[in-house]
């Protein structure tokens, strides 16, 4: 236990970054769920082509594994890249705090969700999901901006040059995240181009502050 304590305070000694996920990731889960008590739509998100995307419950799978890719890269690129780590940090917590300044000053839902139209193990798991997550606070989306950022920085990183099918993987993985909002009617196409586009923009100012090297 005592070397496992040891060897953690070391690791956080060595690379002292991890505060700024620890405390970004504190201060955002307490304005995320405080803002979802307060606010009520007044702006509901919807276009034409959210009618035609079908449910389909496997899109909760790379939904939820979103919660496992966020550290994951995190830690990744914190343990090998610390400019790849500053840069992430940037594009995805800059991205989530413009977010939430828009949730509040401009509250938005949805009304895409229908009755889940089978019993199996993953509609039960998207019927949780709903109940945890309400259709409010949605555009842009923060599932869909911070995995944009993640696909931007794995695109430029030098860990991944040459490692096209690893590079391939990641970003096929990305877009199913993106989908998986999509066909279990978490986010209207809206949201999904919004955080996507947000993520985009973000990209610009962060390879400025910290430059890559060729």
């Not at 914190?78 to 940037?90: G, I, P, Q, S």
């Not at 949730?103 to 999901?129: F, K, M, Q, S, W």
């Not at 993640?150 to 199913?176: H, Q």
Request: charged share 15%; net charge positive.
């Amino acid at each position: 236990m005592n070397k496992t304590k040891g060897g953690l305070a070391a690791f956080v000694r060595q690379r002292p970054e991890i505060w700024i996920s620890v405390a970004y990731f504190v201060v955002y889960l307490i304005s995320f769920f405080t803002l979802e008590r307060v606010t009520e739509p007044r702006f509901i998100i919807h276009c034409r082509l959210d009618d035609l995307i079908p449910f389909c419950e496997w899109g909760i799978v790379p939904y939820v594994c979103w919660y496992l890719l966020v550290p994951g890269m995190l830690l990744f690129y914190l343990c090998r890249d610390k400019a790849d780590y500053l840069r992430l940090c940037f594009i995805m917590y800059v991205g989530m705090t413009i977010c939430l300044a828009l949730y509040y000053l401009l509250p938005t839902g949805l009304e895409l969700r229908h009755p889940i139209p089978r019993d199996n193990l993953l509609c039960l798991a998207v019927a949780l999901l709903r109940r945890i997550d309400t259709p409010t606070n949605v555009c842009p989306s923060i599932h869909v901006s911070s995995t944009v950022g993640i696909a931007i920085v794995a695109l430029r990183s030098r860990l991944f040059a040459g490692r096209r099918m690893v590079r391939a993987s990641l970003l096929v993985f990305c877009l199913l995240v993106c989908v998986g909002t999509l066909v279990i009617q978490q986010h209207s196409v809206w949201d999904v181009l919004a955080g996507a586009a947000l993520s985009l923009a973000l990209m610009i100012p962060a390879y400025r502050i910290w430059p890559q090297h060729k």
